[in-house]
């Protein structure tokens, strides 16, 4: 009889090489390492919720003051500005990074990257499902270029006060305030209960080891 094909040579090579590995040192963790793994991850969830909660929070705030204050107009500039720095302060001061993003962004900056796409994707098709948006939530860890990260990501639903600069009928000046600021706006025509983006969380793991 022939000696056994090239493909079953490797394979009795790879599996006597898995043999050769020390297993037993791993198989001592292996039952508590999920339990560990879910602790942290629940810890890492924590905190990016109350970092949402915090910038989320403050956010609404802001823009029902400046709207009450003097109106959607001088609001856009209110959210050009604070935005950004409210979101910046939560990151730096809960020590991960905090921020919004959309399947239709208002400011560049707030473009998703790959995974933030996916779940955004994943996001929208649950919703045209009937998923309730506020129940959307996406964890992870993620491997990158600049580490692993774990990564959550929390929906955002289109209330009323929101189609005052998000929806399909904006006043004249509204618009031209948005169009001056924002040339690339992709961010209008959105109705009460749709999807309007999502809150995105990111806590690098190696540097916490
Ligand atoms: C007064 C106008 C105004 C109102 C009202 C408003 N927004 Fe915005 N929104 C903006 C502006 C301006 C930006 C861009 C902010 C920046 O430059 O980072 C923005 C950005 C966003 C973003 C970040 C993604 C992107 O498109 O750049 C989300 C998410 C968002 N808004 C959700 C909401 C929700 C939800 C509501 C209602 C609760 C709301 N907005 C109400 C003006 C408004």
Avoid at 42 to 58: N, V
Wanted: net charge negative; aromatic share 4%; with cysteine.
């Amino acid at each position: 009889m022939p000696g056994p094909t090239p493909c079953l040579r490797l394979l009795g090579a790879a599996l006597s090489l898995a043999a050769a590995l020390p297993c037993a040192a791993h198989a001592a963790t292996d039952e508590a390492e999920p339990a560990a793994a879910a602790a942290d991850t629940a810890a890492l969830e924590a905190r990016a919720r109350t970092a949402i909660k915090t910038l989320g929070g403050q956010l609404v705030q802001e823009l029902k003051a400046a709207i009450e204050a003097e109106g959607p107009v001088h609001a856009i500039d209110v959210c050009h500005t604070i935005a950004p720095r409210i979101a910046d302060e939560t990151s730096a001061r809960q020590n991960l990074s905090v921020g919004r993003t959309s399947h239709k962004v208002r400011n560049p900056n707030n473009l998703p990257d790959e995974w933030e796409t996916e779940v955004l994707d994943a996001f929208l098709a649950a919703a045209e499902a009937g998923t309730p948006i506020a129940t959307l939530e996406k964890a992870a860890v993620v491997d990158g270029d600049d580490g692993r990260h774990f990564r959550y990501m929390k929906g955002i639903p289109t209330k009323p006060l929101c189609l005052n600069c998000h929806g399909a009928d904006l006043t004249p000046e509204v618009q031209a305030a948005i169009d001056e600021t924002y040339p690339q706006d992709r961010a209008t025509g959105f109705a009460v209960g749709d999807l309007r983006g999502a809150f995105t969380v990111s806590i690098p793991l190696d540097a916490e080891d």
